[in-house]
């Protein structure tokens, strides 16, 4: 679980790596799945990296500190 | 990496406690899954996986008899969490404690005697093997070779397990007792101020010796 303002992307994608003890590895079928106020949230994969759902755009500001969001 | 990106992936026991320390999810479990958000400060979270591939059961069991000691060491921590042939494996990793004890303080450096066998044995106490309790108590002192930071071991004790703790001290000597509560606020509490008063508000409302010996260790008797 982090803070909802923790993370922000300036081109709307999050690149994603996958590894095994800190080495980096294939991995096939990655999926990420949010959960923000109960709502689950798969956020569109292509490739390496995945799209920042609407819910999670606008600047960090209009996050406050106690917001959380689940990583599944 | 790029800032704001995301780095997944999952650590063997060993790595993930040489490379990130003591994390409370690993008190159970057999791997650690990590996510890792690059950025300033970057942002580390994890989260307990279990069951682990059969296969790396049987290689390490292989290469135990002909490692290294420092290697065979490794290995029997691994074994241990994964619960293979667990008291055999527990049992060599304390025994390699009180060896590395018991050995003069200007002994030469080995790959046996540092600060990843201790958080071996505490992270197979967290884990549930509550008789490691009394010998890592007994080995209270100030070797910082061997036992680099324990008193961040004891400190968690007092601070999650303030009761069990207290009475398992009652078996140990008042200079020991003192010991374990100094060594708790040297290396933790001391730079832990709401961990501090949580634990002195606790000392405070509890009874007998061991108490009494770690309000005077804190200063606040």
């Given at each position: 679980m982090v803070d909802a303002s923790a993370q922000s992307t300036p081109n709307g994608f999050i690149a994603v790596s996958f590894s095994i003890d800190g080495t980096p590895a294939?991995?096939?079928?990655?999926?990420?799945?949010?959960?923000?106020?109960g709502e689950s949230i798969k956020?569109?994969?292509?490739?390496?990296?995945?799209?920042?759902?609407?819910?999670?755009?606008?600047?960090?500001?209009?996050?406050?500190?106690?917001?959380?969001?689940?990583?599944? | 990496?790029?800032?704001?990106?995301?780095?997944?992936?999952?650590?063997?026991?060993?790595?993930?406690?040489?490379?990130?320390?003591?994390?409370?999810?690993?008190?159970?479990?057999?791997?650690?899954?990590?996510?890792?958000?690059?950025g300033e400060p970057a942002v580390v979270t994890f989260s307990s996986q279990p069951d682990p591939p059969a296969e790396l059961f049987d290689a390490l069991r292989?290469?135990?008899?002909?490692?290294?000691?420092?290697?065979?060491?490794?290995?029997?921590?691994?074994?241990?969490?994964?619960d293979v042939e667990y008291q055999k494996n527990r049992d060599l990793l304390l025994l390699s404690l009180k060896s590395c004890l018991s050995k003069p303080k200007e002994s030469s450096e080995d790959d046996v005697c540092d600060g990843d066998l201790l958080s071996f044995v505490t992270n197979l106490y967290w884990r549930g093997d509550s008789a490691l309790l009394a010998p890592l108590l007994q080995i209270a002192?100030?070797?910082?070779?061997?036992?680099?930071?324990?008193?961040?071991?004891?400190?968690?004790?007092?601070?999650?397990?303030?009761?069990?703790?207290?009475?398992?001290?009652g078996e140990l000597s008042d200079d020991k007792q003192h010991l374990v509560c100094k060594l708790a606020d040297a290396d933790d509490l001391s730079i832990n101020p709401p961990n501090r008063d949580r634990i002195i508000a606790f000392?405070?409302?509890?009874?007998?010796?061991?108490?009494?010996?770690?309000?005077?260790?804190?200063?606040?008797?």
């Open positions: 294939h991995c096939d079928g990655l999926q990420v799945e949010l959960r923000l106020n956020p569109k994969l292509t490739g390496r990296r995945f799209e920042v759902p609407d819910a999670f755009k606008g600047p960090a500001s209009k996050w406050n500190d106690s917001q959380r969001v689940d990583i599944i | 990496m790029r800032e704001g990106d995301w780095q997944l992936g999952i650590a063997q026991p060993l790595y993930a406690l040489k490379e990130y320390g003591y994390t409370h999810q690993f008190d159970h479990g057999a791997w650690l899954g990590y996510l890792i958000f690059e292989k290469d135990q008899p002909n490692a290294s000691p420092g290697r065979g060491r490794d290995i029997a921590y691994v074994l241990a969490v994964f002192e100030s070797r910082r070779d061997v036992i680099d930071d324990i008193g961040t071991f004891y400190a968690d004790l007092l601070d999650r397990r303030g009761v069990i703790v207290l009475s398992a001290m000392l405070r409302g509890a009874s007998g010796a061991a108490a009494t010996q770690c309000l005077r260790a804190f200063g606040s008797s």
